[in-house]
């Protein structure tokens, strides 16, 4: 089907086509023509018929990047311990939901107003934190209320399974007893220095061995295969980014963070009016001019004494917590600017931002450099995919798309199809091996999208079936095994025979070692010592759904962790 499907593409209408789906990924991205297909290419797994989708990996992965919980540079090894995580989500819901567990809306209140993260200094749940906590872990109440709801459900799933079991108490003291007790010992090891002679192995002996245990010496169905890897991360590490776009873009990231504020706020609508108020403002903007300190200027005149004595510190505020006008002013200043006046429901305001809640530009570079030269190639690799689809599609090796998209040929030693190393042990690309059209019809693999960087396409060079290794082959390996067994099977008889002296009465010319008060759960490691002590381990309490301690629900980690 694929050959004929490959002698259509050559007819003018094909090319029509391609021309069209090439167009549309120069101006729209590789996205543009998943979703023209269908979307089926952003499904990353499925779980009881529900899809986890590319987006929504993408987005835990992303949040665990900006919370720094994760290095960017480990982004690729976090993708599949997400992916783990979400399918184990999706199974804790549904055994949820299967179950009829609830949370009624009074639960949920309960929760939400016992959390630190939403109580004021007094301890006490406050609205406007609420709001502005949520946003800036980007959740709305609801959504938040949803996510909570969801976790919380999973929760008790957990919490059900780990609290089930139950014990007598004559078990438990029984238990008890058994695991306090200790026992003082001594022993030797027998090696194979302790046998009169060395074993012998004779061909006859390895036929035999060979023959019982042939499964043992089976190969497995392997290939060899060559492959092609398109690397945006690579593409990036040649630009050169100008030092200037770096600044412009930690300054543009600046504009979001939470920042430190002071203020000097004068009042009106009592003592003074409004006009009043702003000539009085506009003569302490005068002061400044002059270099006179704001917080000395906000201690002498601010009608806000909660923070004049403390220069007009406001400390770290986000968006949305004092109103419209007052963000539109703050996250327009950057350090050490001051704001024209500011009109709020309490007064006028000038505005200081004395800090960014945001790391110094020297340790961002890297990290900014990175995004900066990943987007400064991002079209370029998108039209490097489309060539690469199309090339490989239609050629008959890689040679060639190597060739002209100048790219390392790399050639795979013989492989299993669940023993692929490094990039061919990411998912689906030994499934792609050793399917039918690339294993047995000889055609290049479709292109594999590995993750949002990354793309692989593969053909298989050679391939041989599974099949048992002639003795000669494993020769080594099978006398290795059957002189162990030998000797094995020696030290045996001489360790009855010396257990037989010992119960006889007789004293042994060997060397003991001791081991004082071993207990039932520890690991007893002898030492060239005669004497030996080994330290008890403390008892692992890990069940199969985790330790016995309850974590916190995804959604208020998330909320922690922005």
């Known amino acids: 089907m694929l050959q004929s499907i490959r002698d259509r593409s050559r007819s003018w209408g094909a090319k ?25 290419g952003d499904e990353v797994a499925k779980v009881n018929g529900q899809s986890i989708t590319r987006q929504e990996l993408e987005t835990e992965v992303q949040r665990a990047i900006r919370s720094g919980q994760v290095p960017p540079e480990q982004e690729r090894a976090l993708r599949g311990q997400v992916l783990d995580e979400l399918i184990g989500e999706r199974l804790l819901t549904a055994f949820a939901e299967d179950g009829g567990l609830h949370l009624s809306d009074e639960q949920l209140d309960q929760v939400i107003v016992t959390l630190p993260e939403f109580q004021n200094q007094n301890g006490r749940f406050d609205a406007d934190l609420f709001r502005n906590r949520l946003a800036s872990a980007g959740f709305t109440p609801s959504s938040f209320r949803a996510a909570l709801r969801v976790d919380l459900k999973r929760q008790q799933v957990q919490q059900g399974l780990i609290t089930s079991d139950f014990s007598l108490e004559s078990e438990r003291q029984a238990l008890a007893a058994l695991q306090r007790q200790t026992r003082t010992f001594r022993y030797h090891t027998l090696s194979a220095g302790d046998l009169a002679e060395p074993v012998e192995v004779t061909e006859q002996d390895l036929v035999a061995y060979y023959e019982e245990n042939a499964d043992r010496y089976r190969r497995p169905e392997q290939v060899r295969l060559e492959y092609l890897v398109l690397d945006r991360q690579e593409m990036a590490e040649a630009v050169e980014v100008d030092e200037e776009e770096i600044r412009r873009a930690w300054e543009t990231r600046g504009q979001d963070v939470d920042r430190r504020v002071s203020h000097i706020m004068v009042a009106f609508n009592g003592e003074r009016d ?15 001019a002059d270099g006179e300190d704001f917080a000395e200027l906000a201690l002498r005149y601010s009608d806000d004494p909660t923070t004049a004595e403390q220069g007009g510190d406001l400390g770290t505020i986000s968006r949305g917590f004092f109103g419209d006008a007052f963000d539109e002013a703050a996250f327009a200043l950057g350090p050490g600017q001051v704001s024209d006046i500011v009109e709020t429901d309490s007064g006028l305001h000038l505005l200081k931002v004395t800090g960014l809640d945001q790391a110094p530009l020297e340790e961002m ?6 995004e900066l030269a990943l987007a400064q190639v991002s079209d370029t690799f998108n039209r490097r995919v489309q060539t690469l689809i199309d090339e490989s599609f239609a050629a008959d090796d890689l040679a060639s798309v190597a060739e002209q998209l100048e790219l390392d040929l790399q050639q795979s030693d013989w492989v299993a199809r669940d023993a692929g190393e490094g990039v061919l042990s990411e998912p689906g690309v030994m499934q792609e091996a050793f399917s039918e059209d690339v294993l047995v019809e000889g055609f290049n693999s479709d292109v594999i999208e590995l993750d949002e960087d990354r793309r692989l396409v593969l053909r298989v060079a050679e391939h041989r079936d599974a099949t048992v290794l002639p003795l000669d082959e494993v020769r080594d390996r099978v006398t290795a095994t059957v002189e162990r067994r030998k000797q094995r099977e020696a030290l045996l008889e001489v360790a009855r025979a010396q257990v037989e002296l010992l119960r006889e009465g007789e004293a042994l010319d060997i060397e003991w070692r001791r081991v004082e008060r071993a207990a039932r759960q520890q690991d007893n490691e002898s030492s060239p010592s005669r004497e030996c002590r080994s330290s008890p381990r403390g008892r692992d309490t890990s069940t199969p759904f985790g330790r016995t301690s309850t974590p916190w629900p995804n959604s208020i980690t998330r909320l922690r962790a922005s």
């Open 365 to 370: 570079r890297e990290e900014l450099e990175r």
């Open 16 to 40: 029509i086509i391609i021309g069209a789906v090439v167009v549309t990924m120069a101006l729209f991205g590789v996205e543009s023509l998943v979703g023209l297909i269908g979307g089926s």
């Open 274 to 288: 409004r006009e009043e108020a702003a000539s009085r403002l506009e003569g302490i903007r005068a002061e400044l």
